[in-house]
């Protein structure tokens, strides 16, 4: 009985990799019609594939009962807060994306906490209910990497838990394919991506991390205030164990102290409008009240630009407002808001890119999305006085 089993295993892509010389990364990359390795190799991977019987659809995996053809995710914040927000449902769009190309289909569910979360995927493991998970919200002290490591579930990360040095030390995977890789003398090369994706490998076999550089972002932001005058600026933050929060408030603090400020310090909230307005009105009640303010989100921004007003003062006569996140809602209020910008959009087709490569069996690895981008509005000018 054994042996019949073993000759009836379906071939994975470490199968593909051994008979065709080359690594399981390259195999993906020429499986899935995605840069990083010469047409040479993606057709000696493609007939290897096919004398194999390799054959990449989820879905069939589902109809012979080896798969749910279901991806889940889960977000553990509290439900009052995502209705307003625009990160969630660009990055769910372009998840969904891919999910459809792949016939596969998307298990959502809203937590409290993050050890309901894991309750959750443990459930889900037991039931065969997914066959890979997309994290969000890493967290500074996370549970979810081990637990999913340890049930074996193909996951990728949204958002990063490595440390930006370390990742551009490690060599990161960028989100086109090509590698990013520096060497002793700090000089940046190009190089074939199934080289640097060794190099790269997550800290799980089964887990790959779609990383965003925030502290990039934050110093964006804190050079483009530092550059109009001002010295006093408060960072109206999200939940502080959050790894991306943190990731910005480190940066705003090493930006402060390169450049000078006088006053540079961070406010956490839990990314509500009501929650950013009531952050404002406090900061903007201390003896030397901030002359900009950074939000950590669009419905923040213009919570808190409407507190401004409110109080007698003007967006930017005497404060200027930036919204990490831009969107529509910047570009209603008035004046429209200074914000960051970047394609959330394509950042969950990435995720979703790089969670089906490891439901075909590819390597864990670390990939990276393009940099944000300060799109320079009405609602930052120099401070009172400059």
């Known amino acids: 009985m054994e042996e019949r089993r073993a000759r009836a295993r379906r071939p994975t ?32 991977v493609r007939r290897v594939a096919e004398h194999l019987g390799w054959r990449p659809s989820t879905a069939a995996r589902a109809l012979s009962g080896e798969g749910a053809a279901t991806v889940g995710l889960i977000l553990a914040r509290p439900a009052a807060t995502l209705g307003v ?50 994290v969000v919200d890493p967290r500074t002290t996370d549970p979810r990497p081990g637990l999913l490591d340890s049930l074996g ?25 090509t590698a990013d890789v520096t060497d002793a003398t700090g000089a940046a090369d190009a190089t074939d991506a199934t080289d640097a994706t060794e190099g790269a ?30 010295r006093r600026v408060a960072h109206i933050a999200g939940l502080p164990n959050l790894a991306h929060t943190a990731r910005r408030v480190r940066s705003l603090r090493a930006e402060a102290a390169r450049l000078g400020f006088t006053e540079a310090r961070s406010v956490p909230t839990d990314y509500s409008d009501a929650e950013g307005a009531a952050a404002t009105r406090r900061v903007l009640a201390e003896p030397d009240p901030p002359t900009a303010i950074v939000y950590d989100n669009d419905v923040m921004a213009a919570a808190g630009a409407a507190v401004i007003t409110a109080a007698g003062l003007s967006v930017p006569g005497d404060v200027s407002v930036v919204s990490w996140e831009d969107s529509v809602l910047c570009r209603v209020v008035h004046p429209w808001l200074t914000a960051l910008g970047r394609d959330t959009i394509a950042f969950g087709r990435t995720a979703a890119e790089e969670l089906t490569a490891l439901l075909d069996g590819g390597a864990a690895r670390v990939a990276r999305v393009p940099p944000p981008e300060l799109i320079v509005r009405e609602s930052t000018a120099p401070p009172p006085g400059r």
Not at 85 to 111: C, T
């Open 13 to 44: 892509m470490k199968d593909i990799a051994r008979r065709a010389g080359v690594s399981e990364s390259a195999v993906s990359f020429a499986l899935n019609d995605r840069p990083g390795v010469s047409e040479a190799t993606r057709e000696r």
């Open 85 to 134: 927000e625009s990160f969630f449902l660009q990055l769910v769009s372009g998840v969904q994306q891919v999910l459809a190309e792949r016939q596969l289909g998307l298990l959502f569910q809203v937590v409290e906490d993050v050890e309901a979360e894991c309750a959750t995927y443990r459930r889900w493991w037991a039931e065969h209910r997914v066959d890979g998970v997309l």
């Open 153 to 177: 579930l193909p996951t990728v990360v949204i958002g990063g838990t490595v440390d930006e040095g370390a990742a551009d030390a490690m060599g990161v995977v960028n989100a086109t394919g």
């Open 201 to 230: 490998r997550a800290a799980y076999p089964t887990m790959s991390t779609v990383w965003a550089d925030d502290a990039g972002g934050m110093a964006l932001i804190a050079g483009h205030l530092h550059a109009l005058g001002h």
